[in-house]
């Protein structure tokens, strides 16, 4: 006798072979949206990591009783995700104003309306001390260390995260500020060498662990890991510009403009200040109109 039975089974095998295949083939599906049990989903940079993780996630739970879930990358590798909707987000923070300007307009497909300027990091040279090169770190140019043989240096990439982008235009401002013609080639190589070249929200646990001798980082994250870190001259030094913003549709809007109000504000800037970050004035760029009152009222607040 036929059985609707059957069909179904058939049916729910199916789903779920697919379903593996997807996985299996490494295709990334969308997290669920972010407004069940009260969650808020921010996508961040990845040299935030430990200021979000464990400084103003656990700060806002807190604060809010809503809870929030972050995800961290390289800002630039972010937004090509939000573009191509690979992966949904309510909040975002990036390093770099460009980034949110590849992501304004109906071009761009109006993702961001606005977004505000809160801090800044500068470059540095991070080095773990206990690396056979940490003497000649202390004692020489950092610059004539770094071709030494043998030594292992990390960077993020310049395709998809602002600091690899700032690290190879910092060595490009090297080679004029020290003399030395060729530098930047005899340091990095071309700008996506694989032999550097790693994952942002890796970096720093590499250089912790002894997988590499040196890095480049923002000094928010040298200062939060305790890494010691070389100060480069001020016509060399490039910064990071944190900036953040509300996705359009955002899933969980309300608990977004709860998260970035905490994060602009007295409490959120105490935890920025204890992990090193140097907060700045905010700065509005964009429709204000979009802006919500209670972000807004700080931005008031900072005139």
Request: net charge neutral; aromatic share 8%; proline share 6%.
């Given at each position: 006798?036929?059985?609707?039975?059957?069909?179904?089974?058939?049916?729910?095998?199916?789903?779920?072979?697919?379903?593996?295949?997807?996985?299996?083939?490494?295709?990334?599906?969308?997290?669920?949206?972010?407004?069940?049990?009260?969650?808020?989903?921010?996508?961040?940079?990845?040299?935030?990591?430990?200021?979000?993780?464990?400084?103003?996630?656990?700060?806002?739970?807190?604060?809010?009783?809503?809870?929030?879930?972050?995800?961290?990358?390289?800002?630039?590798?972010?937004?090509?995700?939000?573009?191509?909707?690979?992966?949904?987000?309510?909040?975002?923070?990036?390093?770099?104003?460009?980034?949110?300007?590849?992501?304004?307009?109906?071009?761009?497909?109006?993702?961001?309306?606005?977004?505000?300027?809160?801090?800044?990091?500068?470059?540095?040279?991070?080095?773990?001390?206990?690396?056979?090169?940490?003497?000649?770190?202390?004692?020489?140019p950092w610059y004539e260390v770094l071709q030494e043989p043998g030594i292992r240096i990390g960077r993020t990439d310049p395709k998809l995260?602002?600091?690899?982008?700032?690290?190879?235009?910092?060595?490009?401002?090297?080679?004029?500020?020290?003399?030395?013609?060729?530098?930047?080639?005899?340091?990095?190589?071309?700008?996506?060498?694989?032999?550097?070249?790693?994952?942002?929200?890796?970096?720093?646990?590499?250089?912790?662990?002894?997988?590499?001798?040196?890095?480049?980082?923002?000094?928010?994250?040298?200062?939060?890991?305790?890494?010691?870190?070389?100060?480069?001259?001020?016509?060399?030094t490039l910064k990071a510009v944190y900036t953040v913003t509300i996705l359009h549709n955002a899933p969980n809007a309300d608990g977004a403009?709860?998260?970035?109000?905490?994060?602009?504000?007295?409490?959120?800037?105490?935890?920025?200040?204890?992990?090193?970050?140097?907060?700045?004035?905010?700065?509005?760029?964009?429709?204000?109109?979009?802006?919500?009152?209670?972000?807004?009222?700080?931005?008031?607040?900072?005139?």
């Amino acid at each position: 006798m036929f059985s609707m039975i059957e069909p179904a089974r058939r049916f729910a095998k199916l789903s779920l072979l697919s379903g593996a295949g997807l996985l299996a083939a490494g295709l990334s599906l969308l997290p669920a949206p972010a407004s069940a049990a009260g969650k808020v989903n921010v996508l961040y940079a990845g040299s935030l990591v430990n200021l979000m993780e464990h400084g103003v996630g656990p700060a806002f739970d807190k604060a809010s009783g809503d809870t929030f879930q972050g995800y961290a990358g390289g800002s630039s590798g972010l937004a090509n995700q939000i573009k191509g909707k690979l992966r949904q987000g309510d909040v975002f923070v990036s390093a770099s104003p460009k980034v949110n300007d590849s992501l304004m307009g109906a071009a761009n497909g109006d993702w961001v309306s606005w977004y505000i300027t809160f801090a800044q990091s500068p470059l540095v040279i991070g080095y773990n001390a206990s690396s056979k090169f940490a003497a000649d770190l202390k004692t020489k140019p950092w610059y004539e260390v770094l071709q030494e043989p043998g030594i292992r240096i990390g960077r993020t990439d310049p395709k998809l995260d602002p600091k690899g982008a700032l690290t190879v235009t910092l060595m490009q401002q090297a080679e004029t500020f020290y003399k030395s013609p060729g530098l930047s080639e005899k340091i990095i190589g071309a700008p996506d060498n694989p032999a550097q070249v790693l994952p942002e929200e890796t970096l720093v646990g590499r250089l912790q662990s002894g997988q590499l001798d040196v890095g480049f980082f923002y000094s928010t994250e040298t200062a939060d890991a305790k890494i010691p870190a070389i100060t480069l001259p001020a016509d060399v030094t490039l910064k990071a510009v944190y900036t953040v913003t509300i996705l359009h549709n955002a899933p969980n809007a309300d608990g977004a403009d709860k998260f970035v109000a905490f994060l602009l504000g007295s409490d959120g800037q105490r935890v920025m200040k204890e992990h090193g970050l140097g907060v700045q004035k905010l700065t509005l760029t964009g429709d204000a109109n979009g802006v919500p009152k209670d972000v807004q009222a700080l931005l008031n607040q900072a005139k």
